[in-house]
């Protein structure tokens, strides 16, 4: 295990539903990471943190609201998604933004139906 | 955003073979790089680093080449064994946003007995 977990592991929603995705991590790190990662496409950084403030939004739609509480912990919360949203949606922590090692969950597969 | 890629999108190897899993990347001011294996349903793991200044950095029982001339990076792996089996990519660190990764789409090594 790496010491970052991440629930649900699989999520089907709606268009219209709302839901949230969470992220924790057991490493003391002070920087956690959203990627996403869809099939035969490389991982793509959504959103960067660092001591629970947002320092990176690649470009995200608003669809997606991230919310980091404190530096253990980051929600991806999630209304009115597209198909095309279906993607395993990966965590990440590091020591510090920009730290080279990051430390992946195991994902949440989510499908948008 | 840079381009990483990876040659070929799936290997396959007998058991105790060396593997090798290529990447190709396109800035040539990128001075780090990371090598991830990634097993199914899990989330991506930190295997080897290099950074630009090296050619050649070696771990147990892999090795990753560096030759920035015609930006290219290698993963050698000796004496594959079963449990390699995963998916395999490289990963660029952005040299003007130290937040940033541009990660390749991958190779799916399958490892035979």
């Known amino acids: 295990e790496t010491g970052v977990t991440q629930t649900p592991r699989h999520l089907v929603m709606g268009m219209t539903n709302k839901k949230s995705l969470k992220c924790e991590q057991h490493?003391?790190?002070?920087?956690m990471y959203w990627y996403k990662q869809s099939a035969k496409k490389p991982l793509e950084l959504m959103f960067v943190?660092?001591?629970?403030?947002?320092?990176e939004n690649n470009s995200v739609p608003s669809r997606f609201s991230p919310e980091c509480p404190n530096s253990s912990h980051l929600f991806l919360h999630l209304h009115t998604l597209q198909p095309e949203d279906s993607a395993l949606y990966l965590c990440?922590?590091?020591?510090?933004?920009?730290?080279?090692?990051?430390?992946f969950g195991p994902g949440t597969r989510l499908t948008v139906t | 955003g840079e381009s990483v890629g990876l040659h070929l999108p799936t290997l396959s190897v007998q058991e105790g073979d060396n593997s090798i899993i290529n990447c190709a990347y396109s800035?040539?001011?990128?001075?780090?790089f990371i090598w991830y294996k990634q097993e199914s349903g899990k989330g991506p793991q930190f295997i080897i680093d290099?950074?630009?200044?090296?050619d050649k950095r070696q771990g147990q029982r892999v090795t990753v080449l560096l030759n920035k001339t015609v930006k290219h990076l290698s993963l050698q792996i000796a004496a594959t064994q079963p449990g390699d089996s995963a998916v395999y990519f490289c990963?660029?660190?952005?040299?003007?946003?130290?937040?940033?990764?541009?990660f390749g789409s991958g190779t799916k090594l399958n490892v035979k007995p």
């Open positions: 990440a922590s590091s020591q510090e933004s920009g730290s080279y090692e990051q430390y």
């Open positions: 490493l003391g790190h002070n920087a």
């Open positions: 943190y660092s001591l629970e403030e947002r320092v």
């Open positions: 800035n040539s001011a990128s001075d780090y």
């Open positions: 290099i950074r630009s200044n090296m």
């Open positions: 990963a660029e660190k952005d040299p003007y946003n130290f937040n940033k990764f541009y």
